[in-house]
């Protein structure tokens, strides 16, 4: 498998399609604008012919869908009950965009006075990874009111957009 090839391959089919659909739009547009499905499929064979396309080709292209999907994994550092760190993942690995999750997690200790968010980013699909495989992307210090119980909550929430930026 390789990515860079899957992308590219993923983009020529998307930008096909686009191409088609706007071809298929101009000539219902330049006979008068109004669509019907005979108008459409009028349209679809002339811009098959055009192609050098069969029309159950062309048709294809333009019922195709296309998922965008990120291709990485989004997560906090997190302490197991060993108090070892590791990587919590809240976004997997091929999740569909726009995506948005909210985990809940816990302070550490009685009175604690803040709690130190680290986001990572690792090509790992699992809900709890190695911070070897990770990479930080990402800080932000949350102060917490004072005298709360260790155990209590921490709700963080990881939205995607369509294009893959993340909003922490």
Known sequence: FEPDEAVAKGAAWYGQKLAIGDMIKTKIDGWGGKETPEATRR??????????????????????????????????????????????????????????????????DDKQENAEIRIMETPNPAERVEMSDCEEIGNALLELPAGLPAGSPIEITFTLDAEGRLQA
């Open 43 to 108: 349209a679809q064979q002339e811009v098959a012919d055009e192609m050098g396309f069969t029309l159950p080709s062309v048709q294809a292209y333009v019922s195709r869908t296309f998922t965008n999907v990120t291709s990485r994994s989004f997560g906090v550092v997190s302490l197991d009950k060993a108090r070892r760190e590791g990587v919590s993942n809240l976004i997997r690995v091929n999740t569909s965009l726009p995506a948005t999750t909210t985990q809940r997690f816990g302070t550490v």
